[in-house]
């Protein structure tokens, strides 16, 4: 087992990692607990698979918690879903020492994380992620959010779990497209913030897409330790925590232009990181080569470097009407070299077409 320390003063906590931890919770949630209620929620594919040795654990030490299910996906980030769950928390009678306790992927441990933010002022929170996404990436730093109907992630905030337990056993069960999405977020901290990590990725890429459980224990506790060391240094997004967002800015146009069905989050940063890696490299920050090298890596995680149907021009306004935009200028996380990146201004628009125009078939 390891333990990675998020370093945020009296908000801190801990991270531990390891095979087969779901089933022992109970001793590392319990002091979380106190006398309070602990409400559990979660989604019916994961609670089929795991909920019952959490439940055994908790009920080891004595914790019978409230289990909320709630539905699959980015369903379970509604603002109908959210009241559901306090709904069912007030029916409880859950107090102001509730613990909120997520297992699952990145969806539910948002709502969990609105939940746990928002309910009675802000409760605890435990996140217990169960997909590769939420492990390296979702279920550190304290985002959460809900999806309003006309924009994802629009109604959110920063509060911070007090424990995350990432069980590397539970990835074995992940659907292959699950999987390549956590790759691709573990190919990013690579790209832009470790250059050993890229080459631990680019030593045993097939491994990892088939989950060796070696191999995506080490590549998760590396990730975790970025992701821990960027939030700490930023928790609120205003400097470092935004080199997190390589791939991200032409991603999210994607799968905006898209619909938010025509390729999943991993699959439209990986074109997004081709696209602004290739923006990187017009601005002489990167070599071709270095593009090269990120196509490629990109492409043995079995995850799409083009994309069909969309143009430039249709990218570009949706990346102008981004949250993140100040100004009218758009703003990139670009790698200056692989494992390391700046974040800059971009006004050339002939310039982001052309690299976009490079991924892009019409
Ligand atoms: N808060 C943040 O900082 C942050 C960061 C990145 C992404 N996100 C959010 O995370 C969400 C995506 O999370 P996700 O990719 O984990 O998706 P998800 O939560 O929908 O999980 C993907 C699927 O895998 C299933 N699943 C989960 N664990 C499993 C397991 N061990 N075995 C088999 N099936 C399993 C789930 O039930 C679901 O069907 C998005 O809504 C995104 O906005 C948040
Ligand atoms: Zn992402």
Do not use: W
Not at 296 to 321: F, V, Y
Request: charged share 20%; aromatic share 4%; proline share 4%.
């Amino acid at each position: 087992m390891r333990q990675i320390s998020v370093r945020l003063g009296d908000r801190g906590y801990l991270v531990m990692i390891g095979a087969g931890l779901l089933s022992g919770v109970g001793e590392a949630v319990r002091p979380l607990v106190g006398g309070g209620k602990a409400v559990l929620v979660t989604v019916p594919p994961v609670r089929e698979l795991y909920l019952q040795s959490v439940l055994d654990s908790l009920a080891d030490v004595g914790v019978q918690p409230l289990v909320v299910t709630v539905p699959d996906g980015e369903d379970a980030k509604t603002p109908r879903t959210y009241l559901d769950v306090v709904g069912r928390m007030l029916d409880a009678e859950a107090g102001r020492d509730a613990l909120v306790i997520s297992l699952g992927g990145g969806c539910v441990g948002d709502l969990a994380g609105f939940v746990a933010s928002t309910y009675m002022r802000g409760v605890g929170l435990v996140h217990l992620p169960t997909t590769l996404l939420a492990q390296v990436d979702s279920s550190i730093g304290g985002k959460s959010a809900l999806n309003h109907p006309r924009a994802k992630n629009l109604i959110g905030s920063f509060h911070q779990p007090e424990l995350v337990i990432a069980d590397t056993r539970v990835l074995r069960t992940l659907p292959p497209k699950e999987a390549r999405c956590g790759l691709a977020e573990v190919l990013k901290y690579g790209a832009i913030l470790d250059s050993e990590l890229f080459g631990i990725l680019e030593g045993k890429a097939e491994e990892a897409l088939g989950l060796n459980e070696g191999i995506l224990e080490e590549i998760v506790c590396r990730s975790i330790e970025i992701k821990a060391r960027v939030v700490g240094a930023d928790e609120m997004d205003r400097g470092g925590r935004m080199l997190l967002n390589f791939g991200h800015t032409v991603g999210h146009a994607i799968e905006s232009a898209t619909g938010y069905t025509g390729y999943s989050h991993g699959e439209a940063v990986a074109i997004g990181m081709v696209a602004e890696a290739r923006i990187a490299a017009k601005l002489g920050m990167i070599s071709d080569g270095e593009v090269e090298r990120i196509v490629r890596l990109a492409t043995r995680l079995g995850l799409p470097t083009r994309a069909s149907g969309i143009t430039a021009d249709e990218l570009i306004g949706l990346m102008h009407s981004d949250k993140k935009v100040r100004g009218g200028e758009l703003r990139f996380a670009l790698p200056d070299a692989i494992g390391s990146g700046v974040v800059v201004g971009v006004t050339d628009r002939g310039l982001i077409n052309e690299a976009l125009s490079g991924v892009l078939e019409y």
